[in-house]
């Protein structure tokens, strides 16, 4: 296997740190605005979805609301009422007790997991506070 350059590294960081503060601005304004997100999303709901109890992490601990899934099901967004670094902790607990590796980030930050095994090896998460709700959007590959 090739190994990256460390320029190579930081151009792919970058492009996913702005690829994914993209998307959580849009899913927070659309958390705020009540906005229906698009058809290529079903509809949201206070629980997670099974594929990604299944697949990603089982949530029924962690309180969310208008939680959503892109239809390829590679894309998950909620809210929740809990703080950005609550949030950010209880979710790593959560997908660190599902076998993900915590790699790099924090709760400012986009964070990536893998994971030796199963449907998705690859995690994004992003999270973002705006007035009383933290927006979470999680990407899977």
């Not at 690829?19 to 705020?32: D, G, M, N, P, R």
Request: glycine share 4%; aromatic share 10%; with cysteine.
């Amino acid at each position: 296997m090739r190994k990256l350059s460390v320029h190579s590294k930081r151009v792919f960081c970058a492009i996913v740190v702005i690829c994914a503060s993209c998307l959580a601005v849009f899913v927070v304004q659309a958390c705020l605005d009540g906005y229906k997100l698009s058809s290529s999303l079903k509809e949201g709901s206070n629980y997670a979805s099974e594929s990604f109890s299944k697949d990603v992490c089982d949530m029924q601990d962690f309180a969310t609301t208008d939680f959503r899934e892109a239809v390829d099901g590679h894309i998950f967004s909620m809210c929740t009422n809990t703080q950005l670094n609550e949030a950010f902790q209880k979710l790593r607990e959560l997908l660190e007790a599902s076998d993900w590796s915590f790699i790099t980030g924090s709760a400012d930050t986009p964070s990536t997991f893998v994971k030796n095994s199963g449907t998705y090896t690859w995690l994004l998460m992003s999270l973002t506070h705006v007035g009383d709700s933290t927006t979470i959007v999680i990407e899977v590959n």
